[in-house]
């Protein structure tokens, strides 16, 4: 990898760059009629103010793939994913190949770079609707590359949130410097008219959240995509599944992006359906993805990616991926209209969370060297997260729910959090009276498994439907 | 609630924890991590899918651990904990060697696991990271006991 070939600023191995079409074909391609574009359609679900539903979804073969994104068209999706395979992710392009010619049922996502950029616009063709690259590469240079080829409009992906959840040892000035370079890029290409919507992976480790942590890491990451001329930011936020801590985090995002980002950049809240352990009958797993629906309307979101009944147990097939966009699209529609929320509740919480994510980012942005400054910040632990695979991140933080269910800060780590902010969530944490202590794993433990307990209680009494149903 | 103020006032040593060569479980060995921080142990974190070298290496640096502790989640301990008696003949990881994980007891087919797992020299195996704490002040000093001991205590646990 030593020799890589500059493609209008962006560092691409050269055996990639050179299956590659000439820049001005891609940016011809890009701002062709009939492509179907993602910011048009986050600004049309925005303008309604009713939240489109994206599904996941990627599979090994091509043929495959292209049945996938028509079948799931159906559900009325309102944009679609190919979401990538582990090998194409850690830039393993020949593996990826191998398996694709050998055994392409054991690849867990459609190997973009192995399949190239002709059979990525025939998926931009297969589809009604815009596509987006999901996956998880600290360094998804090329990716992006043969992805714009494509014609594929959205992007997911950061330096930090697809770093720490994903690699245990990529230091994260290396993957600010590749999706540096990928923003980089956005910006030329939005200079010629051409808006690439990039998503901002908040949810990052998936369990318990801190929504503080989460917005902290999208603030930084979206202030160096504008600075490199990113003109459209999906920041996503994950469904803890207490919805009024939920409502407040997506609302918090357009007030963030005011003060940190500037006027010259769309943003578009998208809401993460719920990504911890998921319940396990298809009874109480609907009913959650319904609520996803909601919150993200309640929240202001532009899109929410949805979940399947089947979620406890895999990689969902195409069936159970269409009864998840529908159910998300119901919670989300018209026949909840008439849900409002406790507004001052709210309000409360967004009073704390802009607070505390300022806390968070301000000495950050205070730096001349934004990269070198993150990546300090996360070795000194004033930037945190739990649950981290990467040893870059100390992980010292340690999140805990609350008895409404809201995810707060057991122990804030080295966090730079004041005097106020700690007292609050202390206080929050405390147990009611006469509660008996609970060791701290045993606690954790059963936060991460909320929604098991939930789905236990909510459906008890009915035995039969507590057996695994779901399973495909 | 200040869980802090649950610590122990004097740190009753320092571990050294990860988890094994093919296993990416981030989860579990943060709770563990958590849980150990709690009870007051240094915990030095080598992370998810550590070669057992690198745990050799951690203990080379830190030779007052009081034990290493290698979280396998995905049924490959055996294969991934294989070059042990290897790197103990050649002097290193000179401290007790402890799993957790999902090794559940009592079919034929993990009880013999379990016994392979020992007589690849590893002290301890537990099932549940609530006994870690109390599993860790047992074990003492460095230095490892008699294997059909330790056999005995881990199938009595």
Known sequence: MSELIDLAGIEVHPAVAATLPAWS???????????????DSLRTAARRGIPLIQPRSGVGGHGEMLELLEALDEGGPGMQSVTIDSHTRLRQFRTAELMLSERPDELNGYPLVAHGWRRGRELTRAS???????????????????????????????????????????????????WRQVDAVCGRLAEVGVVIDRELFGTL?????????????????????????????????????????????????????????????????????????????????????LQGGLVGRLGGAAKVINKTYQEAYGIPDADANLRGIRIASLGAGELFGFVTIDESRVEEEMHWLVRETSELVDEVLAGSDLPADIAAAFRAGR???????????????????????????????????????????????????????????????????????????????????????GEP | ??????????????????????????????????????????????????????????????????????????????????????????????????IGGNLSVGSHKSERTLERLFDLGVERIVEDPADLPRILKQLGRPRSRSRTDALAVGRHE
């Open chain 1, 383 to 469: 930037l945190d997260i739990p649950f981290s695979a990467s040893v870059h991140a100390h992980s010292r933080v340690v999140p805990m729910r609350d008895r409404s269910g809201a995810i707060r800060l057991a122990d804030p780590g080295r966090l730079p959090l004041s005097g106020s902010v700690l007292r609050r969530q202390a206080r929050l944490l405390e147990a009611g009276p006469g509660a008996a202590p609970i060791p701290l794993i045993d606690q954790v433990g059963a936060d991460i498994r909320h929604f098991l307990d939930r789905e236990r209680v909510a459906l008890a009494g009915n035995t039969r439907r507590i057996t695994t149903e």
């Open chain 1, 25 to 39: 074909d891609i940016v011809d391609h890009l701002l062709g009629p009939a492509l179907p574009r993602a910011v």
């Open chain 1, 128 to 178: 009604a609707v815009p596509l987006e690259i999901r996956h998880g590469s600290p360094d998804a240079r090329d990716l992006f590359a043969v992805a714009l080829a494509a014609g594929i409009t959205s992007f997911e992906g950061g330096g930090i949130g697809y770093n720490l959840p994903y690699s245990k040892d990529v230091p994260l000035r290396a993957s600010l410097e590749a």
């Open chain 1, 205 to 289: 480790t998936a369990v318990l959240m801190p929504p503080a942590l989460s917005l902290a890491v999208v603030v930084l990451e979206a202030v160096a995509a504008v600075r490199e001329g990113v003109r459209c930011l999906s920041p996503a936020y994950p469904q803890g599944g207490q919805a009024h801590q939920d409502i407040a985090a997506l609302r918090c995002i357009p007030l963030l992006a005011r003060r940190y980002l500037g006027a010259e950049v769309e943003v578009f809240p998208v809401l993460h359906e719920f990504m911890g352990v998921f319940p396990r009958t298809p009874d109480y797993a609907d009913a959650l993805i």
């Open chain 2, 1 to 98: 609630m200040d869980i802090r103020s649950e610590r122990a006032e004097r740190s009753p040593g320092l571990v050294i924890l990860g988890v094994a060569k093919s296993d990416a479980h981030a989860v579990a060995n943060r709770l563990i991590e958590m849980q150990l921080r709690q009870h007051g142990y240094d915990v030095v974190n080598l992370g998810v899918c550590t070669p057992l070298e690198d745990f050799a290496e951690a203990h080379g640096e830190h030779p007052e651990a009081v034990a290493v502790l290698i979280g396998s989640l995905n049924g490959h301990a055996l294969q991934d904990l294989a070059d042990l008696p290897a790197l103990r003949a050649a002097g290193q990881l000179d401290c007790p060697v402890v």
